[in-house]
C-alpha cells in the first residue's frame, strides 16, 4: 500500500513563491546589476563629445563627433533595454 502525503495548497503556493523569489533575485542581479554605472559612463561620454563639439568647428570634426554620439546614444538604449 502507498501513502501519499497531502500538502495544504498553501503551503506549495508558498514555496513555489520563494522559489520564483530567488530566480527572480538572481535574473535581476545578472540583468541590472551594472546599469547605473553604464548610464553614468554613457552620459560622460556625450558630455565629452558636446565639448569637443563647441570647442571644434571644422565641419569633418563635426561630422565625425557626431557620429561618435550617435554610436554612444545607440549604446546606451542597447544597454537600457537588456
Known sequence: M???VVECP???LQKKIQCLKLIHKDWNKN???NIHKAME???KSLASIKL???RSF???DISNLL???KSIYEALNKSLDC
Open 41 to 43: 559612463d554613457h552620459k
Open 2 to 4: 502507498v501513502s501519499q
Open 10 to 12: 498553501r503551503l506549495v
Open 52 to 54: 569637443d563639439i563647441a
Open 67 to 69: 557620429a561618435q554620439e
Open 58 to 60: 571644422s565641419p569633418r
Open 31 to 33: 540583468v541590472f546589476e
